[in-house]
């Protein structure tokens, strides 16, 4: 194989959303050096990122990931001003939506350890528009195993 005379300090493989906001990242900081991002499909015709763009998750049981779901949209929302290059700025159809999943109580049973322990009752969207009340209904004798501090919650998505 005969080396290229190509050149650069940093390769970051794939172009998508995260790959981009790396490569952004990075020349921001005027610092790195050059940058050579490598993407099969350079038309971005049929990359997941664009054919995806307003469905991003901020709702998480961490503030960690919380606080990253709420940068990316931020982030997304900016993008036609932030790349913009001599006028030309990008659209990468950025609508933003949002997820909701709405079950009856019959459907939407709470399960501990495999074992069906309660059942949610009907969800409540708040006056902010971004927090659904639901309230959970534990069954006895499990109403001791499930506490406010139980894992469970945190891995269920809830805030006790």
Do not use: C
């Not at 901020?58 to 990253?68: H, L």
Request: aromatic share 10%.
């Amino acid at each position: 194989m005969t080396p290229s005379p190509f050149s650069t300090d940093i390769v970051i493989v794939g172009g998508g959303v995260i790959g981009s906001a790396i490569a952004y990242f990075l020349a921001s900081t005027g610092t790195a050096g050059s940058i050579t991002v490598v993407e099969r499909d350079p038309t971005y015709a049929r990359a997941s990122t664009p054919l995806s763009a307003g469905g991003i998750r901020q709702q998480f049981s961490t503030p960690e990931n919380i606080a990253i779901g709420q940068f990316g949209a931020g982030f997304l929302k900016q993008v036609p001003y932030l790349l913009e290059v001599e006028g030309e700025r990008p659209d990468i159809h950025f609508v933003e939506g949002g997820y909701l999943f709405l079950a009856s109580p019959a459907g939407a049973p709470i399960l501990h350890q495999g074992i069906e322990v309660g059942v949610l009752g009907s969800p409540e969207l708040q006056e902010d528009g971004l927090t659904v009340l639901v309230d959970a209904f534990i069954n006895a004798p499990y109403d001791k195993l499930i506490t406010t501090n139980t894992r469970f919650w945190d891995t269920a998505g809830f805030s006790v």
